[in-house]
C-alpha cells in the first residue's frame, strides 16, 4: 500500500462530519490549546484517550507508552509533564492502565520480548514491591475465591494493572514538575484510572491528589480498595 487512499478519505469524511456537527470547529482549533487534562496512558491501540473521555481534539494533552510507566529520567514524559503543566497549565493529570496489557501479562509473566525487557523491568518492580498482594494468584496459591469462569492468571495481571496505575501516580506527584507547581500554588490534581476493554468503561481508583500531605493517603486508600476487591470480576 504505497498510497494511503483509504485513510485520506476517511479524515475528508471525519472533517465533514466534525464541521457538520460543530461549525468552525478547525479554525478555533488552529489558534489555540487549551486543554483541561493531560492523559498518561499506554500506547495500546484500543485505549484511544478522547474517545474514552468522550472529548474533542484539543482537550486532552497526551503522553503514551507501553504499560503507562512513568519513569523519572524519561526525558520525553518529563517533557510532555512540563509542558502541559506549565504551559497549557492543564488542571487534571490522567493516569490511565488497561485490563489486559500485553506489557503488564509481559512483565508479569517474565515474558522476554527483545528491547521491551528493559522498559518493563519497572513493572516487575511493582510486582516484587506487592508481591504479598499477589501470593493468592501464583502458582501454589489459591483461586478458590475468584467466581467461576474467572481465570486466575488473567485476575493477577488485572489487579497488577490497577497496582502499576497507583505506582506511577505517585511517581507523578513526585516529579520536579508537580512538586514546583505545587509550590507555587498551582492548582494541579492527579489521578488514577483504569479502563475495561471488555465494556468500554473507566473507573478511577482512590481519590485525586493535589497535595505532598494526600500522596500518603491516596495510597493507602488505593491499596485498600485494590485489596477488597482482589477477586472481583474485572476482566
Not at 32 to 38: A, S, V
Not at 109 to 135: C, F, M, P, T
Amino acid at each position: 500500500m504505497k498510497y494511503l487512499t483509504k485513510l485520506i478519505a476517511q479524515n475528508r469524511q471525519w472533517v465533514s462530519d466534525i464541521n457538520k456537527s460543530h461549525p468552525g470547529f478547525f479554525e478555533k482549533l488552529s489558534k489555540q490549546q487549551n486543554p483541561e487534562y493531560l492523559w498518561i496512558g499506554c500506547s495500546d491501540s484500543r485505549v484511544p484517550a478522547n474517545e474514552i473521555l468522550g472529548l474533542l481534539p484539543g482537550d486532552v494533552f497526551v503522553h503514551r507508552n507501553v504499560a503507562n510507566v512513568v519513569v523519572h529520567s524519561d526525558l520525553n514524559f518529563l517533557s510532555v509533564l512540563q509542558y502541559a503543566v506549565d504551559v497549557l497549565k492543564v488542571k487534571h493529570v490522567l493516569v490511565c492502565g488497561h485490563y489486559g496489557c500485553g506489557g503488564i501479562k509481559a512483565a508479569t509473566l517474565n515474558e522476554s520480548h527483545g528491547l521491551i525487557d528493559n522498559w518493563l523491568r519497572h513493572v516487575q518492580d511493582v510486582q516484587y514491591k506487592h508481591k504479598a498482594l499477589l501470593v493468592p494468584f501464583d502458582q501454589g496459591g489459591s483461586c478458590e475465591k475468584l467466581s467461576k469462569g474467572i481465570n486466575c492468571n488473567q485476575q493477577k495481571h488485572a489487579v497488577m494493572c490497577e497496582l502499576n496505575v497507583v505506582e506511577q501516580v505517585v511517581n507523578v506527584a513526585k516529579t520536579t514538575v508537580i512538586q514546583d507547581a505545587w509550590k507555587r500554588n498551582q492548582e494541579v490534581m492527579i489521578h488514577g484510572c483504569v479502563y475495561a476493554l471488555s465494556n468500554g468503561l473507566l473507573q478511577q481508583i482512590s481519590f485525586g491528589v493535589d497535595t505532598n500531605d494526600e500522596i500518603e493517603r491516596f495510597y493507602e486508600q488505593a491499596l485498600t480498595n485494590i485489596s477488597r476487591d482482589l477477586y472481583k470480576d474485572k476482566m
